[in-house]
């Protein structure tokens, strides 16, 4: 089992930046490959970005490449996403996630959900 808790989530205007962190427990959360999702009103749940979990791959949509950046420390079991040049569609609930492989998580499949940290950003 692994519990997963975000937080950084904030008002920002748009330009800014903003760094979500997500902290996962349990015995064997290093092993697991970590994600970002998020959920803007009236729309699914997308992928945002997925670390393998050693950290060595990195995978990220489209909308947020060369923007947003992925990122864990195995030592302190945290994930972060640091977001640049945000823009106001990136305002949505960001969710961390977990599960076995990149692939699953890539595939909006992960086996573990945080409750999620709003992110707004203003224009």
């Known amino acids: 089992q692994v519990q997963l808790v975000e937080s950084g989530g904030r008002l920002v205007q748009a330009g800014g930046s903003l760094r979500l962190s997500c902290a996962a427990s349990?015995?064997?959360?290093?092993?697991?490959?970590m994600g970002w999702f998020r959920q803007a009103p009236g729309k699914e749940r997308e992928f945002v970005a997925a670390?393998?979990?050693?950290?060595?791959?990195?995978y990220y949509a489209d909308s947020v490449k060369g923007r947003f950046t992925i990122s864990r420390d195995n030592a302190k079991n945290t994930v972060s996403l640091q977001m640049n040049s945000l823009k106001p569609e990136d305002t949505a609930v960001y969710y961390c996630?977990?599960?076995?492989?990149?692939?699953?998580?890539?595939?909006?499949?992960?086996?573990?959900w945080g409750q999620g940290t709003q992110v707004t950003v203003s224009s």
């Open positions: 670390i393998s979990s050693r950290g060595g791959n990195t």
């Open positions: 349990g015995r064997t959360a290093s092993y697991y490959a």
């Open positions: 996630a977990a599960a076995p492989t990149s692939g699953t998580v890539v595939a909006g499949t992960p086996h573990y």
